[in-house]
C-alpha cells in the first residue's frame, strides 16, 4: 500500500475523461466543485443561521464574486508569478486564451492571493451599487470559501502541480525519481479543513460584522505560511530571500498583517460603541 501511494503519480492520469480533442483534467472538476460546494454551503449557513439577507440578493452576488474570483486568480498569477508578465500585459487578449499555437491545452495558472484580491474587488463593487454591508457579506462568502478551499489544492495534486519540497517521510510521493512531501494535501488540510472547524465554531460568538472574515485572513495566511515550509518554491521564483522567503510567504505575511490591523481596530471601535 505505502508503495503504491508513493508512486501514485506514475498510476494516475491527471486527465479525467476527453470529449473529443478536448481533455477534461480533474484539476478542472476540482475547480468547479470548490465554486459550486462554496455557493451551497454559504447558502446552508445563511438558511440555518437565518441571516438577514434574500436569495435573490445573493444569487445575484455569487455572479459578481465568482467573475471576481476568476479574473483576479488569473490576473494575480500573471502579475505575481508568471515570467512572462510583460508579454501578457501587452498581449492582455492571450491571459485567458486555452490554445497555444492551435493547441487546445487549457488555461494553467492561478494565484489564490490574486483571487482573494478580485473577491474583494468585485464584492466591494457589489455592496455598494446594491448598499449592502461588505463586511456583513464577507463574513457569509468565507464560511464557503474556506470549506470548498479543500477541493482547489486535491486538484492541484491531482494535477501534479505545486510540489512538495524532498522528504524521507513514509508517506512522501515520488514526483520523478525524488520523493516529496504531499504538500497540496497538507494545504487541504491546514488551509482548508482545520481554518473551516475554527470558523464553524467561532460564528456564532461573533460581536462585529466582519469578524469572521478577518479571522478568516489571519488563519489562513498563517496556516499558508505553516505549509509554505513543506511547499517547494515555484521554479520560476525560487526563494526570494535566504532559503525560506517564498512568495506564498511574503503575500500571507502582508494578508495577516493587513487583517491583524482591521480586527484590532475594529474591535476596539465595536469595544467603544458598546459603551
Known sequence: MTEYWQNIYSNFDPVAINLG???????????ALALISAIV??????????????????????????????LGARLGYVLFYDTNTM?????????F????????????????????????????????????????????SVLGISAAYVFGRIGNFFNQELI??????????????????PSQLYEAFLEGIVVFIILFYIRKKKTFDGQLALSYGILYSFMRIVAEMFRQPDIQLGFIYSNWL???????????????VLFISMKKKEVLVSK
Not at 21 to 29: D, E, L, R
Open 87 to 95: 508579454y501578457y500585459l501587452t498581449h492582455p487578449w492571450q491571459i
Open 164 to 181: 512538495g519540497r524532498t522528504t524521507d517521510v513514509p508517506w512522501g510521493i515520488y514526483v520523478g525519481e525524488t520523493l516529496r512531501h
Open 41 to 70: 454551503i454559504a447558502k446552508w449557513f445563511i438558511k440555518h443561521d437565518k441571516l438577514n439577507i434574500s436569495n435573490d440578493l445573493f444569487d445575484s452576488y455569487i455572479w459578481w464574486a465568482e467573475i471576481g474570483v476568476i
Open 246 to 260: 517564498t512568495m506564498g510567504i511574503l503575500q500571507s505575511a502582508v494578508i495577516l498583517s493587513i487583517c491583524v
Open 21 to 31: 480533442p478536448v481533455p477534461v483534467h480533474w484539476y478542472g472538476i476540482m475547480y
Open 97 to 140: 486564451n486555452p490554445y497555444i499555437d492551435g493547441v487546445y491545452t487549457g488555461i494553467s495558472g492561478m494565484s489564490y492571493h490574486g483571487a482573494l484580491i478580485g473577491f474583494i474587488i468585485s464584492s466591494f463593487l457589489f455592496c455598494r451599487k446594491n448598499k449592502v454591508s461588505f463586511w456583513f457579506l464577507a463574513d457569509i
